[in-house]
C-alpha cells in the first residue's frame, strides 16, 4: 500500500510539473499536492531576507498562512532550517521539545517540515504545517517532502534562467537601436565640422566651432560610458533587501545639490519607508534627480516627495523645467525603444530597465510648474520572485 501511495504521488507530480501552467499556478499546485501527500493545512513558498530578518509568505495554499504575511525571522520555524542548511521536520513541537521556541510560542504550529530553497542570490523556504500534531513523518513522506521542495527550487532557477536570457535579447536591441541612431547623427555632425575647419583653418569662427565638436565628443563619451553602465546594470546578479528609500534619497540629494549648489532641492514624506529591491535602484533616482536639476532653471526648485501605502512606495520627483520631450515619456511608458522612438541618450533607460526590473512602474505628468516623475515600487516580496521579467508571474 505504500508503496502504491509513493508512486501515485510522483506520477501526480510528474503530471503537474509537466502541465505547463502558469509558473505561479504551478508553485500553488506543487504545494497542494505536497500538503495532501504529507496530511498536513498548508504549504507555502517563502522569500526571506537574512540580513534584515525578514520572512513572508510568497505563494500559499490557504489562508492557514496568507500571501503577503511578513513575520519577522526569529518567530518562524524556517530560521532553523536556513542554520541547518537542510529539512527541519517536526511532527509533534511539544513532544518533541519546540514548546519554548518563538515559533511556537508566536504561531502555536505543532507540525511542520520545511526545505530551504536558493535561486541565484534569493533565499527562500518550501514550507508545510499544520496547527495539529501528527503521527511521525515516514521515510517515504520525508523523500517526497524534500523532493517537492528541490522541484520548485528547479522550476523557480528555469524561470530565473529563462528571464536572465530575455534581458539579454532587450538588453540587444536597446544597444543596437539606440547606440547606432545616436552614435550615427552625432559622428556626422562631428565629420562635417572636422571637414568643415581642416578646410578653413583662419576662418574666425574656429574656436567656436572647435567647441561644438568637443561638445558632440563628450557627448559621445557620456553615451558610451552610459551604455556600459545599462550592461553592468543587466548582468549583475543583485540581491533583493529590505532598503530604506528615504535614506538612499538623503544621501543622493546631499551629492547631487552639492554639485549644483544653485539648485534647491527639498525631499518631503517619512524617515522611515522600506522595500524589498535591489541596490541599483539609487541609480535610478539619482538619475532622476540629476534630470530635473540639470534641466530646470539654475535658481529653481526640486521637490522629492515619498510618498508609502499598503501596496507601493511613490517616489515624485518635481522639477520647474520645460518638460520631458515625447520620445523620452515613452521610453519611460514602455520601458523600451522602438525603431519610431529614440530618447536623446541611454539615461531614462537605465532608469525604466531597474524600476521594471523591480516589477514597478514610472509615470510622467505635466504640473502648473513643470514636470512630475513618479517611480512607483511594490512594497511586498511577491514581486521581487514574480511577474513576466521575475520568476514568478503573480499579478
Not at 107 to 118: E, Q
Not at 334 to 357: F, K, M, Y
Request: with cysteine; hydrophobic share 35%.
Amino acid at each position: 500500500m505504500t508503496m502504491q501511495i509513493r508512486e501515485e504521488s510522483m506520477l501526480r507530480l510528474y503530471e503537474t510539473v509537466q502541465a505547463n501552467d502558469e509558473p505561479a499556478t504551478l508553485v500553488e499546485n506543487v504545494l497542494e499536492l505536497g500538503a495532501t501527500h504529507l496530511g498536513v493545512d498548508n504549504g507555502h513558498l517563502t522569500w526571506i531576507d537574512t540580513e534584515h530578518g525578514h520572512w513572508e509568505a510568497l505563494v500559499s495554499t490557504n489562508e492557514t498562512v496568507p500571501p503577503g504575511l511578513t513575520l519577522p525571522l526569529e518567530t518562524t520555524y524556517c530560521r532553523r532550517a536556513l542554520d541547518r542548511g537542510g529539512p527541519v521536520v517536526i511532527h509533534n513541537a511539544r513532544a518533541e521539545g519546540w514548546e519554548c521556541d518563538p515559533a511556537y510560542r508566536t504561531h502555536g504550529f505543532a507540525c511542520y517540515f520545511g526545505t530551504p530553497i536558493r535561486i541565484g542570490e534569493l533565499t527562500g523556504t518550501v514550507c508545510f504545517v499544520a496547527e495539529d500534531d501528527r503521527s511521525e513523518f515516514s521515510q517515504v513522506e520525508r523523500v517526497f517532502g524534500e523532493l517537492t521542495a528541490r522541484v520548485l527550487e528547479q522550476e523557480l532557477r528555469q524561470q530565473q534562467a529563462e528571464r536572465q536570457l530575455a534581458q539579454r535579447r532587450r538588453l540587444t536591441g536597446v544597444l543596437s537601436r539606440v547606440l547606432r541612431h545616436n552614435l550615427r547623427n552625432d559622428m556626422t555632425v562631428v565629420q562635417g565640422y572636422t571637414d568643415l575647419v581642416q578646410s578653413q583653418l583662419d576662418d574666425e569662427d574656429l574656436a567656436s566651432r572647435l567647441t561644438v565638436v568637443d561638445d558632440r565628443i563628450e557627448e559621445l563619451i557620456q553615451l558610451g560610458e552610459k551604455a556600459q553602465e545599462l550592461e553592468t546594470i543587466v548582468e549583475t546578479d543583485d540581491t533583493h533587501q529590505q532598503r530604506n528609500v528615504p535614506a538612499i534619497l538623503d544621501a543622493i540629494i546631499e551629492s547631487v545639490a552639492h554639485g549644483s549648489p544653485a539648485t534647491t532641492i527639498v525631499r518631503e514624506g517619512p524617515d522611515e519607508a522600506t522595500v524589498p529591491a535591489m541596490a541599483n535602484i539609487q541609480r535610478a533616482f539619482r538619475e532622476l534627480i540629476e534630470n530635473a536639476v540639470n534641466h530646470g532653471p539654475n535658481d529653481g526648485t526640486v521637490t522629492v516627495t515619498v510618498e508609502p501605502s499598503t501596496s507601493e512606495l511613490a517616489v515624485y520627483i518635481d522639477d520647474e523645467g520645460p518638460g520631458l520631450p515625447d520620445q523620452e515619456r515613452t521610453i519611460l511608458d514602455r520601458g523600451v525603444e522602438t525603431p519610431l522612438s529614440h530618447g536623446s541618450g541611454l539615461g531614462l533607460q537605465i532608469v525604466a530597465w531597474i524600476v521594471d526590473n523591480h516589477e514597478g512602474s514610472v509615470t510622467v505628468e505635466d504640473t502648473a510648474d513643470g514636470t512630475r516623475v513618479g517611480v512607483h515600487l511594490p512594497t511586498s516580496a511577491t514581486s521581487v520572485w514574480g511577474s513576466a521579467q521575475s520568476f514568478l508571474p503573480l499579478r
